[in-house]
């Protein structure tokens, strides 16, 4: 029962949640048994013009319905056999409008590095673009999307370029051996202690998403992943 399992999660330190912006219902199911909003995420088409302006706008008016602290965007994905340089061009140039109208808003607008390989977020290289050319854009740092995408680029070179854009944070591990497979927060091989001691060490005071997509038992071993990031913060 989705009221039982938030009670639970808000018992175990659990308290807030990140949802897509077109999941109204639940989300106002959740927050009314007392979970709070971290981030609200959904993709943006910005390679297709109509409709990704028909998007930009539902996420907005969700946003402002639900009060959210922050917009993370997913960018379309490289279609295939692209001029990737100009798809780039394309994506940018909806990103800094869409960042621009939220901030207008009031909205903190995040992307974050993407799991899926074919993501202009999956690699280090297109993403430092993106914040060149938009100053307002933050980064969601996610511990382990570039290790699943393998492309071979690595987090910790994304959390030194990136550190000054940091406004969100998701954990998840993966075993060393399987790059998109499961591993309980603290029990893979991606650095999450590290990031999370150096981003609270240098004043970082807001959320860590605990992503533990893959276990067997999603909420029991959120628990866990609860129980060690707080030793990891004490």
Not at 71 to 79: A, E, K, R, T, Y
Not at 143 to 158: E, P, Q, R, S, V
Request: net charge negative; glycine share 8%.
């Amino acid at each position: 029962d989705e009221a039982v399992v938030a009670r639970r999660m808000i018992a175990n330190g659990v308290t807030g949640i990140d949802a897509e912006f077109r999941e109204d219902e639940r989300l106002r199911r959740l927050k009314d048994e007392g979970m709070e909003l971290a981030s609200m995420y959904g993709m943006i088409h910005f390679l297709e013009p109509a409709k990704g302006a028909r998007e930009a706008d539902a996420f907005l008016a969700s946003a402002a319905s639900h009060r959210a602290p922050r917009l993370m965007v997913i960018p379309d994905n490289f279609p295939p056999d692209c001029d990737r340089e100009k798809a780039l061009d394309g994506i940018i140039a909806g990103l800094a409008d869409f960042t621009a109208r939220a901030k207008k808003e009031g909205f903190q607008v995040t992307i974050e590095d993407f799991g899926a390989a074919s993501s202009p977020c999956s690699q280090i290289a297109p993403m430092q673009r993106m914040f060149d050319s938009i100053p307002d854009l933050g980064f969601t740092i996610d511990t382990g999307n570039y290790f699943h995408a393998g492309h071979g680029d690595d987090i910790l070179d994304a959390f030194r370029l990136f550190r000054a854009r940091i406004r969100h944070a998701h954990l998840k591990d993966r075993p060393a051996a399987a790059p998109q497979g499961y591993a309980p927060l603290g029990q893979g091989a991606l650095p999450n202690e590290r990031i999370v001691r150096e981003l609270v060490a240098e004043g970082y005071d807001g959320w860590f998403t605990l992503e533990e997509h893959g276990a067997k038992d999603i909420a029991a071993a959120t628990y866990a992943a609860a129980a060690v990031l707080r030793c990891w913060l004490a």
